[in-house]
């Protein structure tokens, strides 16, 4: 069996929720979503840093060991600023695994690593709607309950209690997101800082091999289990379709490529210009779709007539972990895919 050389893989995944994934900073007791404003109007989104934290609880979850912080404190005994503790950087084991995914910045020395692992955050595919709901209290108010009540002074009220009272109205908001992420391999465990210093490339140290194939597992494990705890409800965030695949050039080939119409069809255009333009090879690429999930191709003629049968109906979460399954290290400390 061949192999390919490859440097990154990357994943466009259309998913779906109930809930609006990220609120913005509210104001007295009125809590909007987090948008973003784009050329047909706005748009419900999520940050960077959300989706970081998601993976790294789940990465604890998984049984990883998170770095150690050091907490800057001035004078005053306020916290200026935070950053990983420094043999946690440099550690070419497990206990690494963090920061050398997910990069860090030291100030006091001026030492960083980009992290290796890219995110472009969720974006709704519809506009935002200007939906609001009134949240009460009427689960405190209910006589049913029986409850007991006091006044500020704990003295047992006994004045008549309102029928209900509004705590607070939010901005509601479900539809499907797309978001894309790709991982640069041939960063991918591996210690670019020893002793408070860049190593040059030819002198960097690679973690042993099996640790950063478990690593990458792991990492798309996660993606494919991905949830988010948001306004009392956990929501699974679990593929419904996903483009893209392992390839020599760290590119998101797919990641403005996943659109759908007022009807909830799902356009497959630009996904097939994509795999068409840059020629990419289908045994390294999936691009599947779950049956719940209806298409649209627009524009098929004969020059796209491959590239329109290779994308099919099937199970996003297999295919990605079946395409991780064939990546394997060779004793060159590179990363290659079984052909």
Partial sequence: MGKSKVSAVTFTILTESPVALSNDQGF????PIKKNFMSDGQHAITSVGTMTY??????HNKGWNLSGIVLNVNSSGKITNMYSKAEDIESCDKQGLENDIMGFFIPDKQISKTSPL????????HTFKNNTQLITNRGFLEKDLERNYF???GKSYEGELPNTQALANEEIFGDYYVYT??????RFGVQEVKDGKYLAPKDRIYMDKEIRKE????????????????????????????FGGAYESVMPYFWNDVNMDN???????????????????????????????????????KQNK?????????????EIKSLVGKIDIDEDNQWYIKE
């Fill in 28 to 31: 007295g007791n009125y809590t």
């Fill in 54 to 59: 998601e993976i790294r609880k789940a990465l």
């Fill in 118 to 125: 890219r995110i472009i955050p969720p974006k709704s595919l």
């Fill in 151 to 153: 006044n500020k002074d």
């Fill in 181 to 186: 992420i790709t991982i640069e391999l041939n």
């Fill in 215 to 242: 690593a990458l597992k792991d990492i798309m494990d996660i993606i494919c289990n991905l949830t988010r705890s948001i306004k009392h409800q956990t929501v699974l965030l679990k593929p419904l379709a996903a």
């Fill in 263 to 301: 009807e909830n069809n799902l356009i497959l255009d630009d996904i097939v210009e994509t795999i068409c333009s840059y020629d990419l090879n289908l045994e390294n690429t999936i691009a599947v779709y779950s049956s719940r999930i209806n298409t649209k191709i627009k524009n098929e003629n």
């Fill in 306 to 318: 491959e590239a329109c049968e290779f994308i099919n109906s099937g199970y996003p979460v297999k």
